[in-house]
C-alpha cells in the first residue's frame, strides 16, 4: 500500500493562524527562529483561549476546553486549595492562565506549559524562580492536566510529552471519558501509574498530608 509522508508544520505565522482558525481539535507547528522570550509570552498570549504548550520549536495546540472538564478541574482545585488552607500548609495553587518553564531544552525554546491546576511550594518560589512578568522557571510540586471530551489521543499524548523527562514535581493526567477513565501519575525516579479502579485514591501525602480523593468522586466533580 503507497504511504504518504503527512506535510511538516508550518514555520510561517500566517499560515499557521489560518490552520489555527480553521482547526477545531488542535495539533502542531513548528516556532519561527528567533523569538525572544518576551516574544514567545507575547505569541502564546495572543492565542487566548486555545490550550498552547512549547516543546523545542513546536507548539502544541488544543481548543479551549470543554466546560465538563473544565469544571472538574476548577473543582478538584477547589477541594485542594480548601485543604491546604485549613492545614495552613505553606502551598500555593494555580489556574489554568500560570504558564511555567519546565526546562530551557530542548533548544531553542525548552518546554513551557500552562496545567489546568497546578500547586507549588512557598519555600521554592524565590524572587529568581518567581519573577514578576514572564513565565516562571519552575516545575510545578504538582501539575493537573485534565482531557477535555474533543481532545485527539494524538493531540493528548503530544501534549503529555511536555512534561516526560523533566526533573522533579508531579503529574496528574486525568482522562474523565466514559470509555477510558483513568488517571495517569507521572513522578520523577518512579515509574508510570494508571490509576483505573473506583475506589483508586488520589493522594498527596508529602504535599498535603491526609487528603485523598477516590476516583468515585473525582469523577463526580464533572458529571451533570
Known amino acids: 500500500m503507497a504511504t504518504t509522508t503527512p506535510p511538516a508544520p508550518p514555520r510561517d505565522l500566517a499560515a499557521a493562524a489560518r490552520i489555527l482558525a480553521a482547526s477545531s481539535d488542535g495539533g502542531e507547528l513548528f516556532l519561527p527562529e528567533g523569538l525572544d522570550?518576551?516574544?514567545?509570552?507575547?505569541?502564546?498570549?495572543?492565542?487566548?483561549?486555545?490550550?498552547?504548550?512549547?516543546?523545542?520549536?513546536?507548539?502544541?495546540?488544543?481548543?479551549?476546553?470543554?466546560?465538563?472538564?473544565?469544571?472538574?478541574?476548577?473543582?478538584?482545585?477547589?477541594?485542594?486549595?480548601?485543604?491546604?488552607?485549613?492545614?495552613?500548609?505553606?502551598?500555593?495553587?494555580?489556574?489554568s492562565d500560570a504558564g511555567f518553564v519546565?526546562?530551557?531544552?530542548?533548544?531553542?525554546?525548552?518546554?513551557?506549559?500552562?496545567?489546568?491546576?497546578?500547586?507549588?511550594?512557598?519555600?521554592?518560589?524565590?524572587?529568581?524562580?518567581?519573577?514578576?512578568?514572564?513565565?516562571?522557571?519552575?516545575?510545578?510540586?504538582?501539575?493537573?492536566?485534565v482531557r477535555s471530551p474533543g481532545d485527539r489521543q494524538a493531540a493528548w499524548r503530544a501534549k503529555l510529552t511536555a512534561?516526560?523527562?523533566?526533573?522533579?514535581?508531579?503529574?496528574?493526567?486525568?482522562?474523565?471519558?466514559?470509555?477510558?477513565?483513568s488517571v495517569e501519575v507521572w513522578r520523577d525516579g518512579q515509574p508510570l501509574q494508571t490509576l483505573t479502579e473506583p475506589d483508586t485514591e488520589l493522594e498527596l501525602e508529602d504535599l498535603v498530608p491526609g487528603w485523598r480523593m477516590p476516583l468515585r468522586e473525582l469523577w463526580a466533580l464533572s458529571d451533570g
Request: glycine residues 6%; contains cysteine; hydrophobic residues 45%.
Open 163 to 181: 512534561y516526560a523527562g523533566v526533573a522533579g514535581g508531579r503529574l496528574w493526567a486525568i482522562d474523565p471519558q466514559p470509555r477510558s477513565r
Open 102 to 145: 519546565l526546562d530551557p531544552h530542548p533548544e531553542p525554546y525548552g518546554r513551557i506549559v500552562s496545567p489546568d491546576a497546578s500547586l507549588v511550594r512557598r519555600a521554592r518560589m524565590t524572587p529568581r524562580a518567581t519573577p514578576a512578568s514572564g513565565f516562571w522557571p519552575l516545575v510545578p510540586d504538582l501539575a493537573i492536566e
Open 37 to 95: 522570550a518576551s516574544a514567545l509570552e507575547r505569541l502564546l498570549r495572543a492565542l487566548d483561549g486555545w490550550r498552547c504548550d512549547v516543546v523545542g520549536d513546536r507548539l502544541i495546540w488544543m481548543a479551549p476546553a470543554n466546560p465538563w472538564s473544565s469544571r472538574l478541574a476548577a473543582r478538584l482545585l477547589v477541594h485542594l486549595a480548601r485543604a491546604i488552607d485549613d492545614r495552613r500548609l505553606e502551598l500555593d495553587y494555580f489556574g
